[in-house]
């Protein structure tokens, strides 16, 4: 995929968590490779790949006794990079992502949006060049995600991000790609407007994203 945003919609179960795993190189296909710029996640190859590549899981999980800076700049260390300089580039990731006033606070005590976000600063410290995130919406509040959304859009400009979610919203605004997994395979893949042009032709707005998810993947019950 060589959009800069893209979404991966499918319903709860449907394997979006386990691919984007794969792609992560946190599990091994059950066949074929997983490549991103010319490198494979396997044998001599995976060190570097994990370079150019980061997942934020569903749930991150604060260090005990890390402040956030301090949680940032150990996700630069882990990457390989030099102590000193994963302290440097902490320092603006985490002004790209809003979070320099909380730098100092330990990492346990902010909210769920907040520590999104600073999954996504310990990506921006190694300068990743693509970032998988799983369900990144999921239980944060109103405010929190029109939050993330103005983040995703910056992040676009610079980074490659590929986005999991059972959710249709703001596809046009936020996403350049389009991908819909459901039974273990990608059943569809395109630009918005493609995806879009699969409802039938009475709905709009976010019910037109709402009636094309539903005519690849099947009501949920």
Known sequence: MDARAT?????????????????????????GSVTFNGGTAKGRQLASYRKGVAWIPQQITPMPGLTVREQVAYAGWLKGMPKDLAWKASEDA???????????????????????????????????????????????????????????????GSVQVIVSTHQTEDLADLYTHVAVLAHGKICFQGSPADFHALAPSATRGREQAEAAYVMLVGREI
């Open 94 to 156: 985490l002004r790209r992502v809003d979070l320099t006033r909380l730098a100092e606070r330990k990492s346990h005590q902010v909210s769920g949006g907040q520590l999104r976000r600073m999954g996504i600063a310990g990506a921006l410290t190694h300068r990743s060049e693509l970032i998988l995130m799983d369900e990144p919406t999921a239980g944060l509040d109103p405010t929190q995600r029109l939050v993330f959304r103005e983040l995703l859009a910056d992040l676009a």
């Open 7 to 31: 979404v991966l919609l499918g319903p709860n179960g449907a394997g979006k968590s386990t691919l984007m795993a794969i792609a992560a190189s946190h599990l091994p296909p059950s066949s």
